[in-house]
């Protein structure tokens, strides 16, 4: 029996069969033994063949996963030799960001982008909370949208808490599957209520000791958006049907699995530069003749994105997972 795996506790894993039954499963015995380096080796996303025990009434297992054309990956927090798995066979990533309350670094921001490039994930950057923005702040995230925009990756401003530019988040979303992702406390639950009516997702207030957001998501889930809470156009029978995938809130954005000398080409800009380096294995930290310094040096790069940069390649030698700073 195939299915897709629309839920994962950590535990067990609820997969949607081809016949649209929800069946809660295990993992079969010795399906870790295969090799995969990973906390969780089956991910949201994961197109699976499902094998139900006839006569037993412990659930069903999963015993074989598809080839995934992509997936979107980090160190683990625990285990720095393993990978967690956030999401398989996406779109699309969208990544929630605020400014304020709590601010998104530009080092995250960067190393989930880059992650998003080296497994062919599209990202859209969604900057949250723009109703609690003073001017200066306002100021601020423009310059941030720009960089971004400058860069080839598509913004918007939107607030969860009014409705402004959910109208066009929900056009973006149409007939997608598509991860949410981002920093605790940046708004993703109250998003996602928004978006889907009914999806009662909990929601929790800021720290105000640490400014920081409380985790209320504890797994992941894929939640069907109706094509009622869509914007409807001729010809949307035909339409596949949309999904968002919600995960838990990170804190940090550890690597995983990159090599030294692949990583400025998950940077579009600096790999654009890197063209002209008078060496073709410049790391572009010192060396004579690098285009990207001198690109850095011009301010065609962006000194937060090149610190990114660096601080990823230090990732390699360091050996660890670092959270974002």
Known sequence: MRGLVVKN?????????????????????????????STNPVAVGDHVTVFRPQ??????????????????????INLSKQSHIIAANVDQAMLIVTVANPETSTTFIDRFLASAEAYRVPVILIFNKTD????????YQQMMVQLYETIGYQCMQVSAETGEGIHALLTLLKGKITLLSGNSGVGKSTLINRLVPGANLRTAEISDAHNMGMHTTT?????EVPLSCLPQ????????????????????FGTF??????I???????????KDCRFSNCTHTHEPGCAVLQALENHYIAQSRYQSYLSMLQDKEEGKYRAAY
Not at 219 to 223: A, G, K, L, V, Y
Not at 233 to 251: C, M, N, Q, R
Not at 257 to 262: A, K, L, Y
């Open 264 to 274: 400025s080409g998950y940077f579009k800009e600096i790999f654009h530069f890197s």
């Open 233 to 252: 156009e001729e010809g949307d029978e035909g339409t596949s049907p949309t999904y968002l995938i919600d995960t838990p809130g990170i804190k940090g």
């Open 219 to 223: 797994f992941s889930e894929m939640i």
């Open 132 to 139: 609690l923005l003073d001017d200066d702040l306002r100021r």
């Open 55 to 76: 006569g037993e009434s412990g659930g069903a297992f999963i015993t074989e996963i598809e080839d995934r054309r992509n997936y979107i990956i980090r160190k683990s």
């Open 257 to 262: 699995d990159m090599e030294p000398e692949e």
């Open 9 to 37: 506790t950590g535990s067990w894993y609820t997969v949607r069969t081809d016949d649209d039954q929800l069946l809660d499963c295990k993992i079969k015995g010795n399906f870790r033994l295969k090799g995969i380096r």
